[in-house]
């Protein structure tokens, strides 16, 4: 598929557990503008950052400020020579190191340094054991850990990885140790309020972030359980008016399927509190364009992905030089990679490609508790006991059955003994290079070499390098399945079911160099126009962000940084201008739905932070949304809605195409659907959304603006617990856009003014050549030291659609030198 002419449309990486489903207008969200006086709100702004004040100062005054040490000498066990650490004043680390060892032992030790919390959160997820230090609540997250066998599939792709790829993670692994040890004089604040050393990570640990993110990024599977509870409640009719990728052969499902109902409320929980900690998930945008459509005659590359607006960040950018090769971009704390950036001869960036590499399979239990049906009969399986140790509790023993498909996820549930079981491409023992070799890549034909080993990976990456070369591929462990699509979960003793191996990376997509002169991606189907290859899935995201993109790269042929930066902000409503036309006809008798109506019409279509129209518009979609589910699933509408089952990334994927869906049914109005005509049901849900407003904002319609009613705030594992949550929460960030908007601002429809699902976390524009014009912004900051200056200073540039640069030459980072640290070996 190399060298096809038309632009790739290609495939994406959103927030703590929504609430109940409910009318998606009469649920509070947190921090929303409630009625009264703009005195009262300042007063009770003020009141809250008087809290913050105090906390942080007492705070400081009981555990100390914890910063880590950035300048000076600090002789330590892991370099084998002295290497230099660079910061700037946005505490970007420039990392000089005589070998590869050291230069993954250096960002190892900065991710220690300055996100030892979060590196020992991610650690304690991956082995199941925050329970030991955080007590029961956080059970069924250790749970799932175990039951998924997370750390040993990380140690078993570790052991069959490459040589250079195995010393490259110890070598980070070392730093990491090194970092959060010796790299301040206090343990982080995270670790002293739960009163635990740091854990020591290993490199079979470093792979295993790698493994946490592509089982984040297997969105597929909670879409699996909420098809089955739909189709279970209501039948394939219900299933193909809610699903808008549902083919019409997806109900013929054996019959057992119904008995597996328990197992999935059960598993349902422990994946939402697992998606909630870990913060992964959403959408993203990436993009190529070639020389001859830019001002300069240099490509292009942009990337924004999309996850949940954390605290600390989610990104952590870098800079690494060796005698041999260099690499400059955004990292992500417990990745020894360079994810997003350039070497000085090739760029890259990545999305989610939202490939299905993950199944469910129904499991029947044999009376023995130690089986499972295998056709006819019973075949026996290995069992793993997981003992997990809960603070001030007795431990908690999970007994977890090993089928020939893979772990039941899920315990067995009353009387027929069915369970869940999970085959997933990032449990099996193989190999991954991609994103931790991608540091290496100078031409398309190296990328291409670099994501053969997928175990690891289910992304999309773009890439352009200084011959002017602009490529993008699928990256991905795809199974060949025997039967099914892997669309709903099959019974696991049907002899036809099951995988067949995987698909040979080289039939994946691939595109260099489209004739159109540009390559998007916005986790849309990533073989749009592929008509061979392996069947990769069906459950991509909405397409207008893809849509929009295409018809914006191919307006112009001026293409330069400030406007590639302005498009990445743009909050243009596509669906609005595809129902524009239809809400301007309208019955206006009801007096709430001419108001809502005489807002509407005077919108511009832009979602942005001021916008009033737009407000309105979100709550109407949502509204009509809650409507056309509690039709057509009323017994189920709350995990079609995106509850339960649905909260794994953590609402599934109904919600994120929900949107194109909609529009499409509102355009056609089906008959049938509704005891009224359409226009006066739509009429309705708007009077019904402007009444609503009024209640909780006010009559006055300048208090609904978009960013006034849905403010965002940064959430952090501690955040949920006051006062901590004063401490370590960054709230009253600005919020624009939704989930079909190119700056996206993903929303519950349960709830569209709580905190987004989706953001724009990482920011990035790489005029390719031009090194020292690249440019950054993270939404956050480089630390998770909540005392640090630098735990949030870049939100202002980040609200503000501005950015910073992480240097190349040597005179730009000499001049921007902040701190200096020599890193020495001990024995020197």
Known sequence: MAGRSRPARAGSTSAPRSPPASSPVTTRSAGAEAPGTKTKTKTKTNELEGLRAMLKHLIRLVMGRRLPTHDGTLRLAGPDATLRVRRDRYGVPYIDAESDHDAWFGLGFCHGQDRGGQLEITKRLLDG??????????????????????????????????????????????????????????????????????????????????????????????????????????????????????????????????????????????????????????????????????RTGRPLLANDPHLLPTAPAQWYLASLRTPTWAAAGAT??????????????????????????????????????????????????????????????????????????????SPAFGEDAVALSLSASWLHARPYRGLLGIHQVRSPDELRAAFTQN????????????????????????????FGSGTLPLPGWDPRVGWRGFAPAAELPFVQDPVAGFIATANNAPNADAEAGPFLGL????????????????????????????????????????????????????????????????????????????????????????????????????????????????????????????????REQPPGWFDAAWPEVIADALASVTRELTRRFGKSAERWAWGKVRPMTLLHPFGDKKPLDALFNVPGVLSRGDATTIAQGAVDPRAPTANPLGVPTLRCVIDVGEWDATRFVILGGQSGNPLSPQYADQVPLWERGETLPVYWSEERIAEATAHTLLLTPESS
């Open 332 to 409: 992500f704390a417990g990745a020894a990679s360079i994810v997003v950036g350039h070497n000085g001869e090739a760029s890259w960036g990545v999305t989610a490609a939202h490939i299905d590499v993950a199944d469910f399979f129904v499991e029947e239990v044999g009376p023995d508790g130690a089986s499972v049906r295998e056709g006819d009969g019973f075949v026996p399986c290995p069992i793993r006991r997981e003992e997990i140790q809960v603070k001030g509790r007795p431990p908690v023993v999970e007994e977890v059955l090993e089928t020939p498909r893979g772990p039941i996820v």
């Open 129 to 294: 054991t925050l329970s030991a230090v955080a007590g029961p609540d956080t059970v069924p997250l250790d749970r799932l850990s175990r039951r998924l066998g997370l750390s040993r599939a990380a140690a078993a792709q570790f052991a069959v990885a490459d040589p250079d790829i195995r010393a490259q993670l110890d070598a980070y692994a070392a730093g990491v140790n090194a970092g959060m040890t010796r790299g301040a004089r206090k343990l982080p604040h995270e670790l002293g309020l739960l009163r635990c050393p740091p854990t020591p990570w290993s490199g079979a640990d470093v792979q295993g972030f790698c493994v946490i993110i592509t089982f984040a990024l297997a969105a597929n599977w909670d879409v699996e359980l909420v098809r089955l509870r739909i189709l279970r409640e209501h039948g394939p009719d219900a299933l193909m008016a809610l699903d808008p990728t549902t083919p019409e052969w997806l109900h013929a499902t054996s019959p057992p399927l119904a008995r597996a109902d328990g197992a999935v409320h059960r598993l349902a929980g422990d994946v939402a509190a697992f998606s909630r900690l870990m913060g992964l998930g959403g959408g993203s945008n990436a993009w190529v364009v070639a020389p001859h459509k830019t």
């Open 455 to 482: 175990s690891a990976s289910n992304t999309t990456v773009v890439y352009a390098d200084t011959e002017g070369r602009i490529a993008w591929l699928a990256a991905a462990d795809v199974p060949l399945r025997g």
């Open 539 to 666: 459950d991509w995201l909405d397409g207008y962000r893809a849509t929009t993109l295409g018809e914006a790269l191919s307006a112009r042929d001026d293409w330069d940084i400030a406007t590639t930066l302005a498009l990445q902000t743009d909050t243009t409503s596509r669906p609005w201008r595809e129902l524009r036309d239809l809400v301007a006809t309208l019955p206006d008798a009801d007096p709430d739905a001419a108001r809502g109506l005489a807002l509407l019409r005077g919108w511009d279509g832009d979602l942005g932070p001021d916008s009033i129209g737009g407000t309105v518009f979100v709550h109407l979609l949502a509204e009509l949304a809650r409507r056309i589910v509690e039709r057509h699933a009323p017994k189920a509408a709350a995990a079609a809605l995106g509850e339960g089952a649905t909260a794994l990334l953590p609402n599934n994927l109904l919600v994120t195409r929900r949107t194109s869906h909609l529009v499409r049914v509102l």
